[in-house]
């Protein structure tokens, strides 16, 4: 390789996704909108404010998507890797991230009647959090 080629810069994983560098099990890019910073997932053609209209893939295809991204700067930011599960027709962030994932996407852990929890919305996720993980939104 002579010093005029350019290698070609991996895609970046962060935290809450491909562990330690291992890439397996099932995936979906997550990032924040630039425009209002609300939580973002790689649809098949957009991005989606739902994780159900995200795109979820394993392996090298999960590292392509991520790739794919790159060139998307102008409007979202942090891309990552996150893990998730199929549950019946849900898709459901797991692992070690699953706390963070969750409260990410319901909003601050602050109280009701500030954010987004003030408007209603998504308040049948924030429900999620206070029984299942305990967590005051």
């Known amino acids: 390789m002579t010093e005029t080629t350019q290698k070609k810069e991996p895609a970046k994983i962060s935290t809450g996704g491909v562990k330690k560098g291992r890439n397996e099990g099932e995936k979906v890019v ?36 991520l790739e794919e991204t790159n060139g998307e700067e102008g409007e979202i930011v942090g891309p990552y890797l996150m893990d998730v599960e199929r549950e019946g027709d849900e898709i459901v962030p797991t692992g070690r991230g699953a706390l963070r994932e969750n409260i990410r996407d319901h909003g601050p852990t602050i109280h009701p009647q500030f954010g987004r929890q003030a408007s209603g919305e998504r308040s049948h996720k924030a429900d999620v959090l206070k029984d299942v993980y305990n967590v005051s939104v």
């Open 30 to 65: 997550t990032a924040n909108r630039l425009s209002d910073g609300m939580v973002v997932y790689r649809g098949a053609e957009t991005w989606a404010e739902d994780l159900s209209d995200a795109t979820v893939v394993e392996g090298d295809a999960a590292l392509a998507l």
